[in-house]
């Protein structure tokens, strides 16, 4: 069973570009949702995350936006940089376990 | 910033044999992980756990497997009897409390013969 579904599976985007990715669930008994970063080779890195309590979270030129009714969430990157060039996953969390999403490959072209 | 160390980073072993791949949580965390990854694919989830036993496995997590923590710093995962199909990037990650926080190792990338 899959408990987050993500898209695209692919993006590209030019220097300076937003990077959009989103997620949708359907278990409500979720409560942290959090956005992987992953380099080729490397583990999964925590990037950004958010409870349902709120709507928006903000860090740095990441941002993840949040709908709780529609149970939806995605991952904006500002200003997109070469060194963001990675897979991202978003994940689902709720007592004692974490499922990922399938993951989007990010190439940000110079 | 504290890590969470698995060893070795590459283990290659014939198809039947018994591999153990290592993890050392952060020192303060409670609440340990396995996932694996198939070249490619996303990261599964295969069993946390918490209090020394097992707190939840998914379906992948079969009797081939077991976990255990040996003694207060080491946190194991067994495969009895390796599968071609075992073949993946195996990820242990820890945190402190059970919901969020989860800080994963590098990853062990085991390659069945």
């Known amino acids: 069973q899959q408990q987050v579904k993500q898209s695209p599976q692919s993006l590209i985007v030019q220097k300076g570009g937003i990077s959009i990715i989103n997620c949708a669930y359907e278990?409500?008994?979720?409560?942290?949702f959090p956005w992987y970063q992953q380099f080729p080779g490397k583990g999964p890195a925590l990037l950004i995350a958010?409870?349902?309590?709120?709507s928006e979270k903000k860090e740095g030129r990441f941002t993840i936006s949040f709908n709780k009714s529609a149970k939806q969430f995605s991952l904006h990157i500002m200003d997109s940089q070469p060194g963001d060039s990675a897979t991202y996953f978003c994940?689902?969390?709720?007592?004692?376990?974490?499922?990922f999403g399938t993951g989007t490959r990010l190439t940000v072209i110079p | 910033e504290p890590e969470v160390t698995q060893t070795p980073s590459h283990q290659v072993t014939q198809m039947g044999q018994e591999v153990i791949l290592r993890c050392v949580p952060i020192?303060?965390?409670?609440?340990f992980y396995w996932y694996r990854q198939i070249l490619g694919q996303k990261v599964e989830f295969l069993v946390s756990?918490?209090?020394?036993?097992?707190?939840?496995k998914s379906e992948i997590f079969d009797d081939q497997f077991s976990v255990e923590r040996p003694d207060g710093s080491n946190f194991t995962l067994k495969i009895r009897s390796t599968k071609l199909e075992d073949s993946a990037m195996y990820f242990c990650?820890?945190?402190?409390?059970?919901?969020?926080?989860?800080?994963f190792g590098s990853g062990t990338r085991l390659t069945v013969v």
């Open positions: 958010i409870r349902p309590d709120v």
């Open positions: 990650a820890s945190n402190r409390e059970g919901n969020y926080g989860y800080t």
């Open positions: 020192s303060n965390h409670l609440y």
């Open positions: 994940a689902v969390s709720g007592a004692n376990n974490l499922f």
């Open positions: 278990n409500t008994a979720f409560d942290y």
């Open positions: 756990f918490y209090n020394n036993e097992i707190s939840e």
